[in-house]
């Protein structure tokens, strides 16, 4: 939070509800995509992406860390 212009300690309030937030949005998405999964019976990363694919920023972001990824796995 600090990133974004938070104090450098944030109240712990803060913290608690941020982690209840973040912890809320992701079960939600990885429900959303075991739905999606179901069909073939195994969750892939094509089922995140079907998710968030009306969210622009954290769908090229996702496109982002996967090509980055591939990357890394070709130089080792």
């Given at each position: 939070?600090?990133?974004?212009?938070?104090?450098?300690?944030?109240?712990?309030d803060s913290i608690e509800l941020?982690?209840?937030?973040?912890?809320?949005?992701?079960?939600?998405?990885?429900?959303?995509?075991?739905e999606v999964a179901e069909r073939?019976?195994?969750?892939?990363?094509?089922?995140?992406?079907?998710?968030?694919?009306?969210?622009?920023?954290?769908?090229a972001r996702v496109d982002e860390?996967?090509?980055?990824?591939?990357?890394?796995?070709?130089?080792?």
């Amino acid at each position: 939070m600090y990133g974004f212009g938070d104090a450098k300690e944030p109240d712990p309030d803060s913290i608690e509800l941020m982690e209840d937030m973040l912890v809320d949005y992701l079960t939600n998405v990885a429900h959303r995509a075991m739905e999606v999964a179901e069909r073939r019976g195994r969750m892939q990363t094509e089922d995140l992406l079907y998710v968030i694919r009306n969210d622009r920023k954290k769908f090229a972001r996702v496109d982002e860390l996967l090509e980055m990824n591939a990357k890394l796995k070709d130089a080792r």
